[in-house]
Nanobody, 123 residues
Framework: VQLQASGGGLVQAGGSLRLSCAASGRTISNVRVGWFRQAPGKEREFVAAIKWSDDSTNYAASVKGRFTISRDNAKNTVYLQMNSLNPEDTAVYSC?????????????????WGQGTLVTVSS
């Protein structure tokens, strides 16, 4: 399985961006796709996740109400719509895929990782 993340860029505080994570390769059922981010000098942290089978979602408290994760089954793509961005959201965002039974907030629960895409929010 290969994951391709895209959509990062530079945006002003209060603005929006939509990240995409396109999956290709062999079909895997009963999986979860998550977004993680890592800011300079900080540890990687969980952002959001979606379970492929039932579209159930989970969010970090810091992004709940501002970010929305969704998927397009036909395109094998997961999106992260990010609104009301602030400078604290600046980070490299990575998508990952793993079995749905794993703990959604733990990076170790995910098996496949895409390359990161940089999001920079200016004040």
């Amino acid at each position: 399985v290969q994951l391709q993340a895209s959509g990062g860029g530079l945006v002003q505080a209060g603005g929006s961006l939509r990240l995409s994570c396109a999956a290709s390769g062999r079909t895997i059922s009963n999986v979860r796709v998550g977004w993680f981010r890592q800011a300079p000098g900080k540890e990687r942290e969980f952002v959001a996740a979606i379970k492929w089978s039932d579209d159930s979602t989970n969010y970090a408290a810091s992004v709940k109400g501002r970010f929305t994760i969704s998927r397009d089954n036909a395109k094998n793509t997961v999106y992260l719509q990010m609104n009301s961005l602030n400078p604290e959201d600046t980070a490299v965002y990575s998508c990952a895929l793993g079995p749905a039974i794993g703990l959604y907030y733990r990076s170790s629960s995910y098996v496949y990782w895409g390359q990161g895409t940089l999001v920079t929010v200016s004040s």
